[in-house]
């Protein structure tokens, strides 16, 4: 079925539909020449349309082992190259199946470079996949619909739960949309979790009486969750904290400094970091359309600790005398492979210091 990709400023990408669906949602690309499964079931693009700029994909097929959530909450798929037939011996599935059994709207054979260069030039904006046949009405009512705001509450748990074993330490994990390999690398490292729903205050964190908090990453605008800025807020001094993506803004803006939205975010396996006490780089995984506003950082308070090469945002801080941390790209994603999984080392050797 001929459908489209109609932006909000009217551009318009032609392509196929995969099967007589619609969708609204923010209009975003990832860079990731891998990784689609994990894209379509990260909830931090819950309520976003995901365009791939690599224009092959499903060719390694979908399994049941990549997905970071128990279901999608991607609002729409746009590709070059629909693959039918993969390759992969841990294959379950093609990926047109997974997209049809999930209700996932995909739009193919597009021009996704093109699309690229449109949100890459003008930001990240509305868009609408629809079929051909839809009328001008339709669409103008489509495009006058809002955006979805309150999407972590749509994402995060509903029921406390645990995973790990052992006497390793306790660490409470505030979920605002946490992917699975977040959760087991925390595990790998040694930790014996317990995942709270996004909004538990921080009286009901404290009663558990961990040695640690996680906060995790997530969709949206950090500031559309103000009750969780103030749960963090009053967390800092009382456990170690280390927060991921927008585990990593919460904790600025409990700090008091200021995050922005970026013109059309990091999202993609293949980003550059600077560790600045050490000086190297490492290639990371990105998933964020926010940043912490450098200039308004405490400076008493807050250090930068990694910067983004591509384009010298923050990326990573720590406060100067609390075991407090944090960065904004993903390390449990593991595109070095390994690079970045010693930040989960790094918090545990905080926590054993109080166990």
Not at 48 to 60: E, K, S
Not at 162 to 190: F, T, W
Not at 313 to 322: A, D, F, I, P, S
Request: hydrophobic share 35%; proline share 5%.
């Amino acid at each position: 079925m001929n459908g489209k990709l109609i932006l909000e400023d009217g551009s318009t990408f032609a392509g196929e539909l995969l099967s007589n669906a619609q969708s609204v949602g923010e209009v975003v690309f990832n860079t990731g020449m891998t990784g689609y499964q994990e894209v379509l079931t990260d909830p931090s693009y819950c309520g976003q349309i995901v365009t791939m700029t690599y224009p092959l994909i499903g060719n390694y097929g979908t399994a049941t082992l990549f997905n970071q959530a128990a279901k999608s909450y991607v609002r729409g798929f746009v590709i070059g190259e629909l693959c039918l037939e993969h390759s992969n011996w841990q294959a379950e599935t093609n990926l047109p199946d997974y997209l049809e059994k999930n209700a996932i709207p995909c739009l193919y054979g597009v021009d996704t470079r093109a699309i690229t260069r449109k949100i890459r030039s003008t930001g990240t904006m509305k868009g609408i996949i629809v079929p051909d046949t839809i009328t001008t009405n339709e669409i103008t009512a489509l495009l006058a619909s809002p955006l979805e705001t309150q999407v972590v509450a749509e994402v995060t748990t509903k029921e406390i739960y645990h995973m790990g074993e052992g006497n390793g330490p306790k660490v409470a994990v505030l979920d605002y949309g946490i992917k699975r390999n977040i959760l087991n690398s925390l595990v790998k490292a040694g930790c014996n979790l317990t995942v709270l729903p996004a909004f538990t205050t921080a009286e009901e964190v404290l009663a558990l009486n961990t040695d640690g908090v996680f906060l995790s990453n997530g969709p949206g605008d950090p500031k559309d969750v103000p009750k969780s800025v103030e749960t963090v807020k009053q967390l800092i001094g009382k456990k170690p904290i280390f927060g991921i993506c927008l585990g990593h803004q919460l904790l600025a803006l409990a700090m008091g400094a200021n995050t922005y939205k970026l013109k059309f975010g990091h999202r993609g396996a293949n980003h550059p970091v600077k560790d600045l006490a050490s000086g190297r780089v490492y290639i990371t995984s990105q998933n964020h359309g926010y940043a912490v506003e450098e200039k308004t950082l405490p400076d008493h308070d807050l250090v930068i600790t990694h910067r983004a090469v591509n384009d010298e945002t923050v990326e990573g801080m720590k406060h100067r005398n609390l075991p407090v941390f944090s960065v904004q790209y993903h390390p449990e994603a593991a595109p070095g492979p390994d690079d970045n999984t010693y930040l989960f080392d790094e918090f545990m050797a905080i926590l054993k210091k109080g166990v």
